[in-house]
């Protein structure tokens, strides 16, 4: 089970911080990544974070402005969002892929998905 939290409505150059609690899986054994869908458009895969702490960014637009983290103690991952643009609205999801070492930013590698939290970026 995966359940995030702490999205909202935040002014633009603002800041958000998502968490991403999990249970019922071996969580420093699994890479999490992260995906947004915005109104009107498929759900695009944000970054990873690999079980090491290694992480990847998959959509330019956040390279330098979203910072990922995890704790292998709490079953948690973090998304550290910063410089909020409007075009970073929409449903932001954590998901567990299939396969354990897994960073992929395709949503048909994952098999378990959080109900999603949402960020709205507006003045």
């Known amino acids: 089970q995966l359940v995030e939290s702490g999205g909202g409505l935040v002014q633009p150059g603002g800041s958000l911080k998502l968490s991403c609690t999990t249970s019922g899986f071996p969580f420093n054994e699994f890479g999490i990544g992260w995906f947004r869908q915005a109104p009107g458009k498929e759900r695009e895969g944000v970054s990873c974070?690999?079980?090491?702490?290694?992480?990847?960014e998959n959509v330019d637009v956040v390279k330098g402005r979203f910072t990922m983290s995890r704790d292998n103690v709490e079953n948690t991952a973090y998304l550290q969002m910063d410089s909020l643009l409007p075009e970073d609205t929409g449903i932001y999801y954590c998901?567990?892929?299939?396969?354990?070492?897994?960073?992929?930013?395709?949503?048909?590698?994952?098999?378990?998905w959080g109900q999603g939290t949402q960020v709205t970026i507006s003045s």
């Open positions: 998901a567990k892929p299939q396969e354990k070492r897994s960073c992929s930013p395709r949503p048909d590698d994952y098999d378990a």
């Open positions: 974070i690999a079980p090491s702490g290694g992480t990847t």
